[in-house]
């Protein structure tokens, strides 16, 4: 089975801090994407990236930068966290084709205080 | 701009129940349609997918299909349990890259034992 793994599942930062979310997914997958979730709002894309060092910007990239180095690892950064960036944040990949099946991670939670 | 409904936004019914959820899209000219299952603060965990050639996908005790003509789909859940209890989103891919993926807000299920 594919998994996707993101490293922290309940952060709590302050204001201004950087926020490092990172996410591994072990199946060789071309695409990663981050999403965020709140309630009402539904998922909403934030950044999404379709091969190492290439990236395209979401539908909420304000505020967020990503970073992918490597085909497995895609990293979200928060530069200066501010507390409507409180927020459930997914991660997921899909192979070879955005219209795969996609692969979510168990979610990070994370408090700006 | 592809827009996904899901009513009711929550159903609770007793236990062995038959029960249908619904999903509804406004452009009809889709690829495919994902249905994802969402426990309490976890990822979403993908159910079925259903390509836009096809009517309908089973997996189990679930069973999805797709009308692409009148803009709808339902997951069809038979002989419900408790464990079948969480939130369940649909996800309409309409092309081009990840801004192609919509996702619905969900159905919050409780199944009562």
């Known amino acids: 089975d594919v998994k996707v793994t993101q490293s922290s599942r309940y952060l709590v930062k302050r204001t201004g801090e950087k926020v490092f979310l990172e996410c591994v997914q072990d199946?060789?997958?071309?695409?990663m994407f981050w999403y965020r979730q709140d309630p009402g709002l539904g998922l909403r894309l934030i950044y999404f990236s379709y091969d190492v060092k290439m990236k395209e910007k979401g539908d909420i990239p304000e505020g967020y930068s990503v970073s992918r180095e490597k085909k497995e690892r895609f990293s979200l950064i928060l530069e200066s966290a501010s507390t409507n960036q409180t927020s459930m944040y997914l991660c997921?990949?899909?192979?070879?084709?955005?219209?795969?099946?996609?692969?979510f991670g168990a979610g990070s939670r994370l408090t700006v205080l | 701009k592809q827009e996904v409904t899901q009513i009711p936004a929550a159903l609770s019914v007793p236990e062995g129940e038959n029960l249908v959820l619904n999903c509804s899209f406004t452009d009809s000219a889709i690829y495919n349609l994902q249905w994802f299952r969402q426990d309490p603060g976890k990822g979403l965990t993908s159910l079925l997918l259903i390509q836009s050639s096809q009517r309908e996908q089973t997996s189990g005790r679930l069973n999805a299909s797709l009308d692409k003509s009148s803009g709808r789909s339902t997951l069809y859940i038979a002989a419900s349990q408790p464990g079948d209890s969480a939130t369940y989103l649909c996800a309409v891919y309409s092309g081009g890259g990840a801004d192609g993926l919509t996702f619905g807000k969900g159905t919050h299920l409780i199944i009562q034992p």
């Open positions: 199946m060789d997958h071309e695409n």
């Open positions: 997921a990949s899909s192979l070879r084709t955005v219209a795969n099946v996609l692969t």
